[in-house]
């Protein structure tokens, strides 16, 4: 990827903006320019079959159109590649953000339909149970299959919000380019490859550029992304990249550390260990003094 100067940052940024879609949020009451249409709903990547045709030049347009954040050599968007999903954009057109194969059906099903919904994920469970040497018909397992399915439902009650409305109206012009920090988030999520909880704190920080978010929003944004089947590498990055897509501010910082229980239950490592993932994007990437700045104030340096 080539660098993109200042100019050149701006133009992309027009030219995505450039449409009639209205996915931004309100600015005091001012819609700023929306996000360029997608050609089809979010969810495209490779590994994942797609039934639609345009699926290869939706992604590529959809990688070009995000290049600016990862346009320097260095960065973590493009150091980490193992995934090609953190490559995906944190807010779509639609706002759902992905991984969203499903989240639009859920999302606007009716009530017998998540009545259903939840009845499979239940029969499911009885099969787990089953299969793990259990009688799922003994009284404490008795309701386990349908609480089990709500108690899913609900770690994973962030594919059913989307950034719109998370932010609503709470973006403000505002002359600050001080740090803003919130720290000591807490934050519950689900490993997405052993399905078992990981949780911890977030911290979140940015530089604005004359516009500033509602401080309680930033933990509505960590609790969006977080109730999601996730890696805490994502999770940290969708988080920067939500607030860097919103705010267009200097710089954002995020944090994220905490404790897996895929790893701490099962001896891999001893119980007390936590992880630490972080994805600094401008100001906060570029420089150092800034980035120390940052750490030191949230007690990790
Ligand atoms: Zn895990």
Not at 148 to 165: C, H, I, P, Q, S
Not at 277 to 288: E, N, V, W
Request: aromatic residues 6%; proline residues 6%; contains cysteine.
């Amino acid at each position: 990827m080539s660098g993109f100067d200042d100019d050149e940052r701006i133009n992309a940024f027009e030219k995505r903006h450039d449409s009639t879609n209205t996915i931004r949020p309100e600015v005091n009451g001012r819609v700023p320019a929306p996000h360029q249409p997608q050609p089809q709903h979010p969810t495209v990547n490779t590994s994942l079959p797609s039934t639609r045709s345009s699926s290869v030049s939706s992604s590529r347009s959809k990688l070009s159109q995000y290049s600016y954040l990862g346009q320097q050599e260095g960065t973590p968007l493009n150091t980490r590649v193992a995934s090609p999903y953190t490559l995906n954009p944190p807010i779509d057109f639609d706002g759902l953000s992905w991984p969203s194969v499903g989240a639009r059906a859920r999302l606007e099903q009716t009530e017998e339909e998540a009545k259903a919904r939840e009845g499979r994920i239940a029969d499911a469970v009885k099969t787990i149970l089953t299969e793990l040497g259990e009688d799922p018909n003994r009284e404490g397992l008795l309701e386990t299959p349908e609480r089990y399915a709500r108690a899913m439902l609900f770690f994973t009650k962030g594919y059913e919000d989307n950034v719109k409305d998370v932010i609503k109206r709470a973006v403000f012009e505002e002359d600050h380019d001080e740090m803003v920090i919130v720290r000591d988030i807490e934050i519950f999520s689900l490993c997405e490859h052993h399905l078992v909880p990981f949780f911890g704190k977030i911290h979140i920080g940015y530089i604005p550029n004359s516009r500033v978010l509602g401080l309680s929003k930033l933990a509505r944004l960590a609790e969006m992304f977080s109730r999601r089947l996730q890696v805490q590498e994502r999770l940290t990055k969708q988080v920067a990249m939500a607030l860097w897509e919103i705010l267009e501010p200097q710089g954002v910082a995020v944090v994220i550390e905490a404790s897996h229980m895929c790893m701490v239950s099962r001896g891999v490592q001893k119980s007390g260990s936590s992880t630490l993932t972080s994805c600094m994007l401008g100001r906060f990437r570029d420089a150092q003094k800034t980035r120390d700045e940052f750490l030191t104030l949230i007690g990790k340096r």
